[in-house]
């Protein structure tokens, strides 16, 4: 089955601790997206990436990391540094920049529910 | 600033009637339009797109675009206890950070389907 899966579907940190959310998707998309959703808030953009090794700040990078080693997968670290990381975390991904973007619709992951104790 | 606004909500409407969900955006040059679905403690699942004015139906669902008033807008018709979940409107802002398909979402409007 084609999709994007996200794992783990719950987390729990600990404060001063990093921890990384996986996001992996066999669409052969070549764009993908990390979002934040808060309760009673829209989406987020945390950081994209267009094209393997490379990647883009989204409105609310600080404290956040990625990578893009791969097109399959796009990893999001939150660090010790985000203040308030406690927050419902969707992976999404788009054909991208080989489509007109007019038609470039994104599609989503499960999302990963990470708390803060 | 670039802006999506929706009504929070809750709209609640009768099984069988049509729900109207209702969306505004403030960048004008914006092209292309989404709905998503999302039910609670669930990602958003995309209903449909439309990047031209006028009307595009889908089933029991139907987009309306008016680009001229900035405004676009999601009737279900016959609605149904299971089309009860909050609907998100995402305009592509092209340009916006200086890449094409990122989308700016607006905080979705939450609609109750009464059996």
């Known amino acids: 089955d084609g999709g994007i899966t996200q794992s783990p579907k719950y987390l729990f940190r600990k404060e001063g601790q990093n921890v990384t959310l996986s996001c992996e998707q066999n669409?052969?998309?070549?764009?993908m997206y990390w979002y934040r959703q808060d309760p009673g808030q829209g989406l987020r953009l945390i950081y994209y990436?267009?094209?393997?090794?490379?990647?883009q700040k989204g409105d609310i990078a600080e404290g956040y990391s990625v990578s893009r080693e791969k097109k399959e997968s796009f990893p999001l670290t939150v660090t010790s540094a985000q203040k308030n990381p406690t927050a419902f975390y969707l992976c999404?991904?788009?054909?991208?920049?080989?489509?007109?973007?007019?038609?470039?619709?994104?599609?989503f992951g499960p999302g990963t529910r990470l708390t803060v104790l | 600033q670039k802006e999506v606004e929706q009504n929070s909500g809750p709209l609640s409407v009768p099984e069988g009637a049509i729900a109207s969900l209702n969306c505004t955006y403030s960048?004008?040059?914006?092209?292309?339009f989404f709905w998503y679905r999302q039910y609670s403690g669930k990602s958003p699942e995309l209903i449909m797109f439309?990047?031209?004015?006028g009307d595009k139906e889908d089933g029991r669902f139907t987009a309306q675009l008016n680009k001229a008033s900035q405004y676009v807008s999601l009737l279900i018709r016959d609605s149904q206890p299971s089309d009860s979940a909050t609907y998100l409107c995402?305009?592509?802002?092209?340009?916006?950070?200086?890449?094409?398909?990122?989308?700016?979402f607006g905080k979705g409007t939450k609609l109750s389907v009464k059996p």
């Open positions: 995402a305009v592509n802002g092209k340009g916006y950070g200086g890449s094409q398909g990122n989308l700016i």
């Open positions: 669409l052969n998309h070549d764009a």
């Open positions: 999404a991904s788009s054909i991208g920049a080989t489509t007109l973007f007019l038609y470039d619709t994104q599609y």
């Open positions: 439309i990047y031209s004015n």
């Open positions: 960048d004008r040059g914006s092209q292309s």
């Open positions: 990436s267009q094209i393997v090794n490379d990647f």
